[in-house]
């Protein structure tokens, strides 16, 4: 019987680095001890994706992690690394910003890293806020396609930004240094489509800054601000921040978060195609909103009409903006909890006004109520001669 061919192994270098670029670093060192052919391979892979949490020896662990990357820094420093996530978990590594300007250097496409937020006093043992900013010259990466900061902090950065390759930035709970960081940062990348925006209203580096946030592309065509990790923030949160939206050419914007003060729409957003909206907000945001085609409310939202309408500030629903009359042919009402006279008010005012509504979906959630779907077809038949479709679905098929 003929010995068994190790055909992987036959495969060309530039076949298997790419290969193994799809598996986490720590795997891929582990093939190292396969054969002699495999024992060097992983310092060729053109990608980078490290957990320092996976390094054994707590004590010992920011020495192994610089250790580690010094040696895949240094070994073919020409050779770029392509896709780079480093993520420092509970590890406070003080040289990473050394190291990551280095990876910057490497012309990277994809950089990925989620900083230390606490770092360990060994004379207290007791942890404290720690805040680690990127390097600059991260401002300048020609390379960059895809950036994701979370935990880091956000140098002023001297001179101007330019990265012209830069298609997509998301930042998680990233901490500026004063509040025209965030405008700098997105005016200096032409060529951006994406922005996610999270703030973290619970930090500990809130204060002077973080008051005021400005969104000024005319490149974007997507902007995210989803809930904070999925959850609702307390309105009553005392980082409160004034959201101010220059992007004429957005298709696509999702405003979940209730913690800004106001949200100002400087230029009318003639492109924009979908609206998902889960925030308190006034007419006079509506009325930057000029040819939105398919618009999702959630029940945040409607609470300017159902839960507050005692309120002198409560949402009166009397004007009607442009893509009403013009553009707007979907709506869902999303996460409503009872159906109620508020509720049917809220639905009514589309129904009467959306000109060339085609659609409007209502998604109750799954507490029992005391109106059938029947019912709520038959009220929603009565508001209107136009008979827009008109369906019910459960809340998570809308999600």
Same mark, same amino acid.
Request: aromatic share 8%.
């Given at each position: ?93 003080? $040289? ?22 606490? !770092? ?7 942890? !404290? ?21 979370? !935990?880091? $902090?956000?140098?002023?950065?001297? %001179? ?27 005016? $200096? ?17 809130? %204060? ?9 592309? $005319? ?9 904070? !990790? ?18 004429? %050419? ?5 405003? %979940? ?143």
């Amino acid at each position: 019987m003929p010995p068994r061919c190790d055909r992987i192994s036959e495969l060309p270098e530039s076949l298997l680095t790419h290969i193994l670029s799809y598996l986490p670093t720590k795997h891929s060192v582990k093939t190292s001890v396969l054969s002699t052919r495999w024992k060097n391979l992983w310092l060729n892979v053109p990608a980078l994706d490290l957990n320092c949490e996976d390094f054994p020896y707590k004590e010992e662990e920011e020495e192994a992690v610089l250790g580690f990357l010094d040696r895949l820094l240094e070994f073919e420093p020409g050779s770029r690394l392509l896709k780079v996530k480093v993520k420092c978990g509970n590890v406070e590594i003080k $040289g990473l910003k050394d190291r990551i300007s280095t990876v910057i250097h490497r012309g990277p496409q994809v950089l990925d890293v989620e900083s230390c937020t606490k !770092y360990l006093d060994p004379d207290t043992e007791t942890y !404290y806020p720690y805040l680690e900013f990127m390097p600059l010259n991260l401002y300048t990466s020609k390379t960059l396609v895809s950036l994701k900061l979370t !935990y880091s $902090g956000v140098e002023d950065p001297p %001179g101007f930004v330019c990265m012209p390759c830069l298609k997509s930035m998301t930042l998680v709970q990233v901490h500026f240094r004063d509040d025209s960081s965030l405008e700098r940062l997105v005016s $200096g990348c032409p060529l951006l489509e994406e922005l996610t925006l999270i703030r973290d209203i619970h930090s500990c580096f809130v %204060g002077e800054v973080d008051r005021f946030m400005s969104v000024r592309s $005319g490149s974007l065509k997507r902007f995210r601000v989803p809930l904070w !990790y999925g959850l609702s923030c307390s309105s009553q949160s005392s980082a409160k921040c004034r959201l101010e939206i220059d992007a004429p %050419g957005l298709e696509h914007m999702i405003l %979940g978060e209730d913690q800004f003060d106001s949200i100002v729409v400087q230029k009318k957003l003639t492109s924009l195609f979908m609206v998902d909206l889960n925030i308190k907000f006034g007419e006079l945001f509506l009325y930057g909103i000029s040819s939105v085609g398919h618009m999702i409310i959630s029940e945040k939202t409607l609470k300017e009409v159902v839960y507050f309408r005692e309120e002198e500030d409560a949402l009166e629903l009397t004007n009607v903006p442009q893509c009403f009359l013009s553009t707007l042919e979907c709506v869902a009402l999303k996460r409503i909890h009872d159906w109620e006279e508020e509720e049917m008010r809220v639905a009514t005012y589309f129904l009467e006004n959306a000109a060339v509504l085609k659609k409007l979906t209502l998604s109750l959630t799954d507490y029992p109520r005391l109106i059938s779907d029947e019912e709520i077809f038959e009220e929603v038949n009565k508001v209107t001669k136009r008979s827009p479709t008109c369906q019910i679905l459960p809340d998570w098929e809308l999600c």
